[in-house]
């Protein structure tokens, strides 16, 4: 490809709302151009990017058993309806009706529509297991479209479903596609980690997440650097230290003027924070909650939400608390009414500091089961650096991460809920069970691009580059100059060698700054001085190792140099 017409346009600075390195190059670089808040055009060379990308995806999919479909991005609400994701996916469903009051959505994601698909396909046993994939534009109104392509509004993603006829055969898909991923992003030069994750709207069981950690990234996970425990912060669980074996003691009230905090409450009775019970006060899918947890620990409250299976989850505003007979800051469980009590495995330690419900009041000694019972008791504490790990009792290490890829055992709840079923060697009729296995394309570009960049711009892998060679033309105005480039640009096309060519009539320092910028993993120049000499100049991109070749071997000498596993 030419660079003249071929709507190429870099930037000398990177606009101010680009904050990241990512988005910097992505937009310094024209491969993308903003058309709103979370929705961007792909240029010439993002789109042979991202070609690259999907192309990767594409062979490892199709190695792993996959089959390539294309379903519908437009997609009746009924079947939203029947999911029950009409209401749990709410807050980023773009709806839409007809000429005729018909009602769609603009498809966040596909298990509807594949569920639909295949309980018209798939009969018996004998049909599975079987794996449909696509690569398909998704809509989500994200209210905060940030990062360029790491959170927007219009996306590609790669998304397959594998349905097999038991967990097992669940298991052996899962696994498959686990290994698939690994390959995937070692392949596009993108360090990946799998991470234990939360399932969230999707639902299902077992969940992964394939995080580039980088401190840019959005997400939160929590690492041990012994037993290599990794999971989202919305996942993560850690060792709590048992309650001290002591007998319980009378409960006592104590005047506590002015105390509305745990750091309050330590401070004036000398208590260690671990030795308190904190309340927190939520709504959840317009029901009540008083929620227990240990002094020192925090709420997570996706945990939260996960084990009340609640869609939506909000702080209680101070008036509903009032209402309730709730006293800020001098609250406890003991004697709540009208209300959920859930409380963290963490409530059961033994003779807690824990509110009086009057002002000025706290009481000394509360203990689960003898002073106040829980409807709910399990694990809802967010995990934190300096926390012990669940498996081994190291401290744990925090790290900022994108997601790039997840991949989920669903089971069998989709295929309940939309009835897509098969009959089973002696005739009965069983659900399918899924699983589901995504990736985020633009976002793997973006990490793609944060992954491999120095102070002068991209650095392409060479699996995903936009071309494998930028061909330099200096001084391109002298005819012997464009002529001996447009030779050397010929012959390497002919050899099936991928070149963008830079034949405008440009210094030479924008052109050689504009091919760092474009990072291609080779560049080739053809100025005056090798016209004289015969010889062009070819250099890698990534560590600078530079060779002069007779013009008329630069197409053969080129690709043996990309053959070169370390150019791969």
């Known amino acids: 490809m030419r660079f003249s017409g071929s709507l190429i346009r870099t930037l000398r600075e990177a606009p101010d709302d680009a904050d990241t390195a990512n988005h910097q190059l992505l937009l310094r670089a024209g491969l993308i151009q903003q ?8 240029l010439p060379l993002g789109w042979r990017a991202h070609r690259k990308i999907t192309q990767v995806i594409r062979e490892e999919m199709d190695g792993a058993g996959g089959v390539e479909v294309h379903l519908p991005a437009l997609q ?4 939203w309806r029947e999911s029950g994701r009409d209401d749990t996916m709410a807050s980023v469903l773009f709806r839409t009706t007809d000429k005729r009051e018909r009602e769609f959505v603009l498809g966040p994601t596909h298990e509807e529509v594949i569920v639909d698909l295949v309980r018209r396909l798939v009969q018996s046993y004998r049909d599975l297991p079987v794996l449909p994939y696509q690569v398909q534009t998704k809509f989500r109104d994200e209210p905060r479209s940030r990062g360029g392509l790491v959170r927007v509004r219009e996306f590609t993603m790669k998304d397959l479903y594998s349905f097999d006829a038991d967990w097992e055969g669940l298991d052996r898909s899962y696994d498959a596609m686990v290994r698939a991923y690994a390959r995937i992003f070692a392949r596009c030069g993108v360090p990946a980690v799998a991470v234990l994750a939360d399932s969230g709207a999707i639902g299902g069981r077992d969940s992964q997440e394939f995080m580039y950690l980088t401190d840019i990234g959005e997400d939160t996970c929590l690492l041990c650097p012994a037993c290599r425990y990794t999971a989202n912060a919305e996942k993560a669980e850690l060792r709590k230290p048992p309650a001290p074996a002591e007998p319980l003691a009378p409960r006592e009230e104590v005047y506590t003027p002015g105390v509305r905090t745990i750091e309050e409450l330590v401070r004036f009775l000398g208590v260690p924070a671990s030795r308190t019970l904190k309340a927190v006060f939520y709504v959840a899918d317009g029901r009540a909650l008083f929620v227990a947890i240990r002094g ?14 609640a869609t939506e989850l909000r702080l209680m505003s101070d008036d509903e608390a009032r209402r309730h007979g709730l006293v800020a ?3 406890s469980p003991i004697g709540v009414r009208g209300m959920t009590v859930v409380a963290d495995d963490s409530a059961q330690g033994t003779n807690l500091v824990a509110g009086a419900n009057r002002a000025d009041r706290h009481l000394m000694n509360v203990n689960i089961g003898r002073d106040w019972r829980a409807d709910i008791l399990t694990d809802i504490a967010l995990a934190r650096a300096g926390d012990a790990c669940p498996q081994c009792g190291t401290t744990l290490q925090q790290r900022r991460g994108i997601e790039l890829g997840h991949v989920f055992k669903l089971g069998t709840v989709y295929a309940e809920k939309l009835r897509a079923g098969y009959l089973t060697a002696d005739g ?7 699983g589901c296995y995504g990736i985020g394309v633009d976002r793997l570009l973006a990490a793609v691009i944060e992954a491999n960049h120095d102070e002068a711009g991209i650095v ?9 060679v930028h ?12 002529a001996a480039a447009d030779t050397v640009y010929e012959s390497c096309r002919a050899a099936g060698i991928e070149v963008l060519y830079d034949d405008r009539a440009e210094s030479a320092g924008v052109k050689l700054n504009d091919a760092d910028l474009l990072g291609m993993p080779l560049r080739v120049v053809v100025s005056p001085r090798a016209v004289a000499s015969g010889e062009a100049e070819l250099r890698a991109r990534a560590d600078g190792r530079t060779e002069r070749l007779p013009l008329g071997e630069v197409a053969a000498r080129t690709a043996a140099w990309l053959a070169r596993k370390e150019y791969d």
């Open 296 to 309: 020192d620990l925090e709420v997570n409250e996706v945990k939260l939400r996960n084990a009340l299976r």
């Open 329 to 331: 800051g001098s609250a």
């Open 76 to 79: 009746p609400r009924d079947l």
């Open 428 to 434: 009965r009729l069983q659900p399918c069970v899924m």
């Open 471 to 482: 061909l330099v033309g200096l001084n391109i105005e002298r005819q012997d100059v464009r």
């Open 460 to 468: 392409w892998p060479r699996s995903v580059a936009p071309f494998a």
């Open 35 to 42: 058309l709103a808040a979370g929705i961007y055009s792909f």
